[in-house]
């Protein structure tokens, strides 16, 4: 077997648009993401708002806030 090595971009943005363009979706509207910020620590994710009606109606979980835009940086990072 090979050795992979793993692509690496300049910014978030670029990688979270490299997996877009990757994943074969023609709609990237819906596409399903999750965000976790902390591996580590999931007591807080950001989900894409398709996945809204799932976490609806897992008990397990509670919506914490209104849909909102990625918030990037002026060097394409999020923060």
Do not use: Y
Not at 2 to 7: E, S
Request: proline share 6%; hydrophobic share 40%; glycine share 6%.
């Amino acid at each position: 077997g090979g050795v992979k090595i793993p692509m690496v971009l300049p910014n978030d943005r670029q990688a979270i648009h490299a997996c877009m363009k990757t994943s074969n979706l023609q709609d990237w509207e819906k596409a399903t993401v999750v965000r976790v910020r902390n591996t580590l620590c999931l007591e807080e994710i950001e989900v894409s708002e398709n996945l809204l009606p799932q976490v609806r109606e897992d008990g397990r979980m509670e919506i914490m806030g209104e849909p909102s835009d990625l918030p990037f940086d002026a060097e394409g990072n999020l923060f």
